[in-house]
T-cell receptor, first 113, second 115 residues
Framework: AQSVAQPEDQVNVAEGNPLTVKCTYS??????LFWYVQYPNRGLQFLLKYITGDNLVKGSYGFEAEFNKSQTSFHLKKPSALVSDSALYFC???????????FGRGTQLTVWP | DTGVSQDPRHKITKRGQNVTFRCDPISEHNRLYWYRQTLGQGPEFLTYFQNEAQLEKSRLLSDRFSAERPKGSFSTLEIQRTEQGDSAMYLC?????????????FGQGTRLTVV
């Protein structure tokens, strides 16, 4: 069965500091991993994905994520946080050929000035 | 605007009434998904279509829920005899699956409140 865990409901970081939002997954077969961001009363915006290839994936707005197969993790990172990064972040996994995504519960990121 | 479009953005209805939501996907996308999101939770899968064929339905999609994509373009999600527990954000997404798969792009959602 496919599942995603985001162990932190909230992450707080000062502007300019690096940020990490954690995600671990469980999937049958090769994982297709995604990060989405959601602003209040809005839909989800795609940030980045890992399908195959380099373990470090770069995405939108300076975000990147590191795929670690042995730890079944796909943590989202950014070297220098901005106040405008404050939002709800979702990790998702898609197993092989099926189209559906399995989402984590989300992590609320707050970046304070 | 070439993104995924959902209508209406907000719907307030009385318990027991029927509601219908519409989703217009990105035009070249052949897959269309419906998800439901409640407060404090990630989106939960409801159903998806490849072209006009409904390929998978979640157990969350009770008999009161029905979805269609009659011509492989827009889709509708109908909830009959609404209950307070149906109050949620309903998200539509689309993607292309073929020689080069794309990720899913989401619409802004329809927020349903059942009173």
């Amino acid at each position: 069965a496919q599942s995603v865990a985001q162990p932190e409901d909230q992450v707080n970081v000062a502007e300019g500091n690096p940020l990490t939002v954690k995600c671990t997954y469980s999937v049958s077969g090769n994982p297709y991993l995604f990060w989405y961001v959601q602003y209040p009363n809005r839909g989800l915006q795609f940030l980045l994905k890992y399908i195959t290839g380099d373990n470090l994936v770069k995405g939108s707005y300076g975000f990147e994520a590191e795929f670690n197969k042995s730890q079944t993790s796909f943590h989202l990172k950014k070297p220098s946080a901005l106040v405008s990064d404050s939002a709800l972040y979702f990790c998702a996994v898609r197993g092989s050929t099926l189209g559906r995504l399995y989402f984590g519960r989300g992590t609320q990121l707050t970046v304070w000035p | 605007d070439t993104g995924v479009s959902q209508d209406p953005r907000h719907k307030i209805t009385k318990r027991g009434q029927n509601v219908t939501f519409r989703c217009d996907p990105i035009s070249e996308h052949n897959r269309l998904y419906w998800y439901r999101q409640t407060l404090g939770q990630g989106p939960e899968f409801l159903t998806y279509f490849q072209n006009e064929a409904q390929l998978e339905k979640s157990r969350l999609l009770s008999d009161r829920f029905s979805a269609e994509r009659p011509k492989g373009s827009f889709s509708t999600l109908e909830i009959q005899r609404t209950e307070q527990g149906d109050s949620a954000m309903y998200l539509c997404a689309s993607s292309f699956r073929g020689s080069r798969d794309t990720e899913a792009f989401f619409g802004q959602g329809t927020r349903l409140t059942v009173v």
